[in-house]
């Protein structure tokens, strides 16, 4: 008898290249998939656009008079207020954007519980420097009763996220 379960145990384990485990009913089922080249991926994040742009991607909202940049990215909304002595990162709580004609707009708060609300439309931008450093968006930035203006695009890439990466969500 012990053979013959021995037997069966070796014949299941190779049969199936995963483990084993035995359930209530003594019946053996796979404690892990048994290839996990078969287990489906996460589906990518769905697409949303502002006329062609891709609101899935980093991005940078920024103005001058006064300096401040928001970085936007799956997840996190950093802002940064550099007409301060010493600018530091604030998170804003993540939304989805709310896509409606030619302008998104995220309507959420910041950690001190004011109204933030930052409106995206699809108007080219350009706040300082040349026409090549034109951006495809325009950039309206609400934070309690202080509105600031200025522009919207992909993040630079050559530029370090360790701002959004040494931040968490509230």
Do not use: H
């Amino acid at each position: 008898m012990r053979l013959a379960l021995l037997a069966i145990t070796l014949t299941l384990s190779a049969c199936g290249g995963g483990s084993m485990v035995v359930n209530a009913d003594n019946a053996a089922t796979p404690a892990e998939p048994a290839n996990a080249a078969n287990v489906a991926a996460p589906a990518p994040a769905p697409s949303v656009k502002l006329g062609d742009f891709e609101l899935n991607q980093l991005i940078r909202a920024f103005g001058t008079e006064p300096f401040w940049t928001l970085d936007l990215g799956p997840g996190d909304m950093i802002f940064t207020d550099n007409a301060v002595e010493t600018p530091k990162p604030e998170p804003f709580y993540w939304v989805a954007p709310v896509v409606a004609g030619d302008t998104a707009t995220y309507t959420t708060k910041n950690v001190a519980g004011d109204p933030v609300v930052l409106v995206l439309t699809r108007k080219d931008c350009l706040e300082v420097g040349e026409p090549e450093d034109t951006q495809p968006l325009t950039a309206k930035l609400t934070i309690g009763t202080k509105v600031r203006t200025g522009c919207a695009g992909p993040k630079p890439k050559d530029e370090p996220d360790e701002e959004m990466e040494n931040t968490t969500t509230p």
